[in-house]
Each structure stands twice: as structure tokens, then as C-alpha cells.
């Protein structure tokens, strides 16, 4: 059974940090493509950053330089670094897994962390 689960989000100040963990297991996870999108209320949901297998990054433009994304293949865990959160950030952050080859074609998501950025 695949489970992705998220954990860290919370209430933050603006300006202040929170990281994201998302743990897989069920899924050879060195082999998977990992991502972070977001949903805000009354919006659609978004990609926010993506690493792939080998450990390209990409970034949705609104978190360059604030948002990093990192995995441990060892702890079949990605990360999601935040920094200088903005209210506009607020969101429910969910985990993506995505694997696509000639022979399996694998799409899994977690539940979802609520992230709050409020004074």
C-alpha cells in the first residue's frame, strides 16, 4: 500500500520559516519524480516546486529564493524549505509522487498540511 504523508505545516507569522516533510512508503522512492503543490481556498491547485530522480529542482515563480525543495532517498522523505512566508502562501500543501516510464505509469498524493501565514 503507497502512503504519502505530510507533516510541518502550522500557523506562521509573516516572514517567518516552516519546513515540510513528506514520507513515502509503499513506493521504490529513489525512482519517483516528488512535488509540492498547494491549494488555496477558492483557487486552483498549483504547482509550487518538483524534484525529480537524479535531483533537478524547479520552482513555481511566486517561491524562487524563498522555497527549497531537497529529498532523502536513505529516509524516503522530501522536503519542502520555507522561508519568508507571506499571507499569500497560505494554502493546503499536499506531496505528489510521479513515476512514467514505457512500463508503469504511478501517480500517488498525499493527504495535505494546512499552512497558515497570519499576524
Known amino acids: 500500500q503507497v502512503r504519502l504523508v505530510e507533516s510541518g505545516g502550522g500557523l506562521v507569522q509573516p516572514g517567518g520559516s516552516l519546513r515540510l516533510s513528506c514520507a513515502a512508503s509503499?513506493?521504490?522512492?529513489?525512482?519517483?519524480?516528488m512535488g509540492w503543490y498547494r491549494q488555496a481556498p477558492g483557487k486552483q491547485r498549483e504547482l509550487v516546486a518538483r524534484?525529480?530522480?537524479?535531483?533537478?529542482?524547479n520552482y513555481a515563480d511566486s517561491v524562487k529564493g524563498r522555497f527549497t525543495i531537497s529529498r532523502d532517498n536513505a529516509k524516503n522523505t522530501v522536503y519542502l524549505q520555507m522561508n519568508s512566508l507571506k499571507p499569500e502562501d497560505t494554502a493546503v500543501y499536499s506531496c505528489?509522487?510521479?513515476?512514467?516510464?514505457?512500463?508503469?505509469?504511478?501517480?500517488?498524493w498525499g493527504q495535505g498540511t494546512q499552512v497558515t501565514v497570519s499576524p
Open positions: 524534484i525529480t530522480s537524479p535531483g533537478s529542482t
Open positions: 509503499g513506493i521504490f522512492f529513489s525512482n519517483y519524480a
Open positions: 505528489n509522487a510521479v513515476l512514467k516510464t514505457m512500463f508503469q505509469d504511478s501517480d500517488y
